[in-house]
């Protein structure tokens, strides 16, 4: 077996709310390989995103890692400086939100936010930085990659917004990409597009992909495996036909049977 690219073993999560602590994550362990998909699916607030905000160092001032380790290859992710850990998140993990907004500074240009991206992890000058932002944003569709260049956050759509922070996720070339829920605020056709450079990614690259969504569609087109989560823990960890023709725990059956028909 090939070592795992990203290996996360027993993870616990907590937020801290006002006097209470929460336990959003409660011992997930998974491990993914290059060029593979894990799908975690689960209803809101099973530990998702709290999953992965704690693999790219963001769980914020409220979060923590309670316990467990997260493995980047042989490197062990969960104390490492914050410096170090922006350096890895872009270059190494690339990262697709849901809320593209959350991602970009509001007072700097796209192109500014691109070009210092790809200059903060390789060697570049500013023009060479510059053609290779606009090839990308040529790659996930947009046309005028220019003029998108001189634009701010605030003057693009949500779905050129996404699709500018998959073409920097592609520029860095990570060998683990984070996508939680990249597309549930987009059209269909956007969608469908973007989980093509999904695709696209793990088939030029290499690149392992950790996606969360609600969507089985979702999942049949694009999982090797699938994790489903509830309250905080995997109930369910298994390859995609496996998971489909044979769900075992309750939720699973559930989720399943609300959907009549999922074809791969
Ligand atoms: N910043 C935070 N402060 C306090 N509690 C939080 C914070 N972020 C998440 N939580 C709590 O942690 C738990 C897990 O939340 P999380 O966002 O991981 O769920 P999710 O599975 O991603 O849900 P959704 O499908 O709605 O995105 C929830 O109980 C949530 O309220
Ligand atoms: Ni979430």
């Known amino acids: ?17 006002g006097t209470e602590r929460i336990s959003a994550v409660r011992g997930v362990s998974f491990q993914l390989q290059a060029g593979k998909v894990l799908g975690i699916i689960g209803e809101s607030g099973s530990g998702k995103s709290a999953t992965c905000s704690a693999i790219l160092g ?4 409220e979060g923590q890692i309670a316990g467990g380790t997260i493995h980047l290859g042989q490197q062990e992710l969960t104390n490492l400086p914050r410096t170090a850990m922006r350096q890895i998140r872009g270059q190494q993990i690339g990262v697709v939100l849901q809320n593209p907004s959350s991602f970009f500074n509001p007072i700097l240009t ?5 070009t210092e991206t790809l200059r903060s992890h390789y060697p570049l ?21 220019q003029q998108i260049c001189r634009q701010f956050p605030f003057q693009l759509s949500g ?9 920097i996720a592609l520029s860095l070339h990570p060998s683990v990409l984070i996508a939680d829920e990249p ?5 269909v056709i956007t969608q469908m597009q973007i989980l093509n450079l999904l ?37 369910e960890y298994a390859p995609v ?9 309750p939720y699973t059956r559930s989720l399943l049977a609300s959907r009549l028909v999922v074809r791969r």
């Not at 070592?3 to 993870?11: F, G, M, Q, W, Y």
């Not at 796209?110 to 691109?114: E, H, S």
């Not at 000058?125 to 990659?145: D, K, M, N, Q, T």
């Not at 597309?183 to 059209?187: E, F, I, N, P, V």
């Open 1 to 17: 077996m090939v070592d795992p690219v990203l290996s996360v073993t027993d993870l616990q999560v907590e937020f801290q709310r």
């Open 183 to 187: 597309t549930t605020a987009l059209d």
């Open 110 to 114: 796209i192109g500014r936010q691109f």
């Open 58 to 61: 963001l769980l914020g001032r």
């Open 159 to 167: 779905g050129m917004l996404q699709r500018v922070m998959i073409a």
């Open 125 to 145: 000058s500013r023009s060479e930085a510059h053609a290779i932002a606009l090839e990308h944003l040529s790659a996930v569709g947009l046309s005028y990659p």
């Open 241 to 249: 036909e496996e998971l489909f023709d044979r769900p075992q725990h």
């Open 199 to 235: 695709a696209d990614l793990r088939r030029q690259y290499d690149s392992a992909i950790l996606l969360v969504t609600h969507d089985l569609g979702v999942i049949a087109q694009l999982a090797d495996e699938v994790a489903v989560m509830y309250q905080g823990q995997f109930v």
